[in-house]
Nanobody
């Protein structure tokens, strides 16, 4: 059974940091491109960052460039998203996702990701 489980969300003040984790089971993460997405209240889900399968080429949305870092540990079947210098606009539910057998990734094409986690809430406020 394919499962992705996010953790690490919480409430922080502007300028703060969080590290989100996504542990997967039921498949080998090394065979997948991976991505992180978020959805703010009343808004559509949007791409935050992604990493390709083999070359580990990483793409970030313009809104998070220089503030967020994505990494993966295939041995642990896990991926991580480090959030730094957080803004109130970063508030939302963050989801990890995986796309099988793709040697590229996209933060715009959500439909290419077959498997999704349930999400973890990130709230940035004073």
């Amino acid at each position: 059974q394919v499962q992705l489980v996010e953790s690490g969300g919480g409430s922080v003040q502007p300028g703060g940091s969080l590290r989100l984790s996504c542990v997967v089971s039921g498949f080998t993460l090394a065979d997948y491109a991976v991505g992180w997405f978020r959805q703010a209240p009343g808004k559509e889900r949007e791409g935050v960052a992604c990493m390709s399968r083999r070359d580990r080429i990483t793409i970030f949305a313009d809104s998070v460039k220089g503030r967020f870092t994505l990494s993966r540990d295939n041995a642990k079947n896990a991926m991580y998203l480090q959030l730094s210098s957080l803004h109130a606009e970063d508030t939302g539910v963050y989801y990890c996702a995986a796309a099988p057998r793709l040697d590229y990734c996209s933060v715009n094409r959500l439909e290419m990701y077959d498997d999704w986690g349930q999400g973890t809430q990130v709230t940035v406020s004073t």
